[in-house]
Structure formats: C-alpha cells, structure tokens
C-alpha cells in the first residue's frame, strides 16, 4: 500500500495529464469537431481493443523476435568498434570521421537498397534496426572510455590489471554511466525503424498490425493498434530505465 501511496504522490500530474488527453480526445471524438472518419469514439476503440487483444500479442511477439537479435548485434558491435576507437587515439582519428559521416545517412534511405540486396526480408529488417540501433551507443561508448578519470587507469597499472580483466573491471563499469545513456537513446530509434520496417513487408509486427488497418480504412482498430505499440515502448522503455538506475546505483544521479 506503501508503494502504491508513493507512486501517486510522484506520477500524480503525469497520471492527470493522460486523462486530460483521454478526456480530450473523447471530447473532439464525440462532438465530431474533426474528421469523425479518422477519430472514431472511444466506445469503438475499447471494443476494437477487446476483439484483438489476441492478434496484437502475437504482433508483439513477431515484433520483438526481430527487434531483440538486432539489439543485441548492435550492442556486441557498438561495443566492440567503440572500445577500440575510445582506447586507441591513432584508430579514432582516422576512423572515427569515416563512421560518422555513416552515421548521418537515416536508415530509411537504405531500405531500397536492403530490401533489393538482401536474401529475405527478415534480413533487411534486422539491417535497418541493427543500423539504426547502433549510432548512439557506439558513440556513447567512444565518449565514456574518453573521459574515464585517469586515476582509475593509473590504479588499474598499479594494480597490474591488463586486458580483458582491466577493461572488466575498470574500463566499462567508469565508462558504463555514458554507456547505458547511448543505449537507451539507441532503443527508442530502434522501436522507429522496426515500425517502419514492419510496415513495409512484414506479414506480422505491431507496424504491419497498424498499417494494414490504416489501409482498410478501420481507424478503431487502426487507433487501438497505435496505442498498444505507444504502451508497449512505454514499458520496455521503464524497464531498461529500472535496470540502468540498478546497474548505477553506485552514482551520485
């Protein structure tokens, strides 16, 4: 009871400024004050809610079958690329403005040219999530071994840590606070580009789910759809918030 006393005493303006927006909403909807084609009742939503409640899970699930794979590459790479480029100044003055100039080209610019080129379209989709995953941590990465104080790398040499037992236990917990930030930035742009992907191709995600609907002219179920895959980034996103916080405790923020 404790906790939920605590939650509303923290959350209770965000809590009234989502049934300002519900309450919004149900206003224009009903007094058809904007296309009453595209705002369908509230009433319509629920029920759409209530008729696919089934077929939205399983969209989540294809949807997340993509999406988790491709975070993982783009973490193992972003790592990887970004402890060489953050340890080694030689490597990051010649590579690191080749990868940026990469970086600034947006992934939906590819998706020709990874749907023609690749085997399946599974494959081009992991391409386009992995590649539009993979920026923010690998530059978050990059900046937090940059900044390490040197007094822990001194400790570390006092110490005689080298290798993978240096960069363990010194290297990615003081560069982890940047780390884990990049992250969650690079999860939020991975929830974009799997969206698009999916509506694009897919016969299965929560974009295809959105975006067949939307074609069909539904817009109960087209409406249901979207706020589903709002309130499913919404927890993942409070999720790996929860588990950064965790991991960095032992931070001051």
């Given at each position: 009871?404790?906790?939920?006393?605590?939650?509303?005493?923290?959350?209770?303006?965000?809590?009234?400024?989502?049934?300002g927006?519900?309450?919004?909403?149900?206003?224009i909807?009903?007094n058809?004050?904007?296309?009453?084609?595209l705002?369908?009742?509230?009433?319509?939503i629920?029920?759409a809610f209530?008729?696919?409640?089934?077929?939205?899970?399983?969209?989540m699930?294809?949807?997340?079958?993509?999406?988790?794979?491709?975070?993982?590459?783009a973490?193992?790479?972003?790592l990887?690329?970004?402890?060489?480029?953050?340890?080694?100044q030689?490597?990051?003055?010649?590579l690191?403005?080749?990868?940026?100039?990469?970086?600034?080209?947006p992934?939906?610019?590819?998706?020709?040219f990874?749907l023609?080129?690749?085997?399946?379209?599974?494959?081009?989709?992991?391409f386009?999530?992995?590649?539009?995953?993979?920026?923010s941590?690998?530059f978050?990465?990059?900046?937090?071994?940059?900044?390490?104080?040197?007094?822990?790398?001194?400790?570390?040499?006092?110490l005689?840590?080298?290798?993978?037992?240096?960069?363990?236990r010194?290297?990615l917990?003081a560069?982890?606070?940047?780390?884990?930030?990049?992250?969650?930035?690079?999860?939020r742009?991975?929830?974009?580009?799997?969206?698009?992907?999916?509506?694009?191709?897919?016969?299965?995600?929560?974009?295809?789910?959105?975006?067949?609907?939307?074609e069909?002219?539904?817009y109960s179920e087209?409406?249901?759809?979207?706020?589903?895959?709002v309130?499913v980034?919404?927890?993942?996103?409070?999720?790996f918030?929860?588990?950064?916080s965790?991991?960095?405790?032992?931070?001051?923020n």
């Open positions: 009871m404790d906790k939920v006393i605590s939650f509303f005493k923290k959350y209770w303006i965000t809590i009234f400024i989502y049934i927006l519900v309450v919004l909403y149900k206003i909807a009903d058809k004050l904007v296309d009453a084609f705002f369908p009742p509230v009433d319509s629920i029920e209530q008729e696919n409640k089934g077929l939205m899970l399983t969209n699930l294809y949807s997340f079958q993509l999406m988790i794979p491709s975070i993982i590459i973490v193992a790479i972003a990887t690329v970004g402890t060489v480029l953050g340890m080694n030689r490597i990051r003055e010649v690191h403005p080749v990868i940026y100039t990469i970086s600034v080209v992934s939906i610019l590819l998706s020709p990874a023609l080129l690749a085997p399946n379209f599974r494959s081009a989709s992991l386009l999530v992995v590649y539009g995953t993979i920026w941590t690998l978050a990465t990059i900046t937090g071994i940059q900044t390490i104080d040197k007094r822990y790398l001194d400790n570390a040499a006092t005689e840590l080298r290798g993978l037992q240096k960069f363990f010194v290297i917990p560069a982890s606070p940047s780390i884990l930030g990049g992250f969650v930035n690079s999860l742009g991975s929830f974009v580009i799997l969206v698009y992907a999916e509506m694009y191709g897919a016969k299965y995600g929560m974009g295809f789910f959105v975006k067949k609907y939307s069909y002219g539904l087209t409406w249901c759809g979207f706020i589903f895959m309130a980034l919404v927890i993942v996103m409070q999720i918030e929860r588990v950064k965790h991991l960095l405790k032992w931070t001051i």
